[in-house]
């Protein structure tokens, strides 16, 4: 039986993955580390979630294994984008969770479906007269 989704956290900075960018302006390769390593259909939804500004500084963020990897000043960061990228897993494990039951339900229609199936053709096989 699958376990149930636990939602996905920011969880901290790792300061020894994290490195500066090589750029004038100070920008660093930040990674954010999550409460888990998420599906790839997660990571999906969270690129398209972040694909949406929340201010006049926007970062691209990915995710990389158990990160959220953003480059940016370390101020810009504080400043800005956790707050945005805080609201992005959010909404993400929300419609992650969504999709999940959509699948779900999605099966269950199948097995449905196929059990409706099988018993019309029985029914079929025992009105049937043979020999």
Known sequence: MET???DIRITGLDANKSHNFPS???THRIYLTLSAVPPAIWRDIFER???TPRSG???RATVE???IVIICTPEELE????DALKKDVKNTNEKFKL????NQDEEARFRQSEEDRKK???DLGNRLKFD
């Open 99 to 102: 999709s999940i039951q959509e």
């Open 49 to 51: 979630e972040h694909r």
């Open 4 to 6: 149930a989704f636990q």
């Open 79 to 82: 400043k800005y984008h956790l």
């Open 24 to 26: 004038q302006d100070g």
């Open 120 to 122: 019309r053709l029985e």
């Open 57 to 59: 500084i926007w970062r």
């Open 65 to 67: 294994d158990g990160c």
